[in-house]
């Protein structure tokens, strides 16, 4: 690389993530437009205002164990 405006070139990996990302978007795409509606799952979760999740009980990532969704297909 020379001079100050010069950008790095993407490792191989993360050239291989973006066009994974980049082959992924349009079917994401499609389907969110074909899709109304997409709430959690009441009977796993609980009812609006009463909801419960299970998260993985470490202190470095608080992620969660289950996310139940329902689909609501588009007319």
């Not at 799952?41 to 999740?53: I, M």
Request: glycine fraction near 6%; hydrophobic fraction near 35%.
């Amino acid at each position: 690389m020379t001079g100050g405006d010069a950008q790095p070139l993407l490792d191989d990996q993360e050239s291989a993530t973006r066009r994974e990302v980049a082959a992924a978007y349009p079917t994401l795409q499609r389907f969110l437009d074909r899709t109304a509606t997409i709430p959690l799952s009441e009977k796993h979760h609980g009812a609006t205002g009463a909801r419960r999740f299970r998260h993985d009980p470490t202190y470095i990532i608080r992620g969660l164990t289950d996310l139940h969704l329902e689909f609501t297909p588009a007319a």
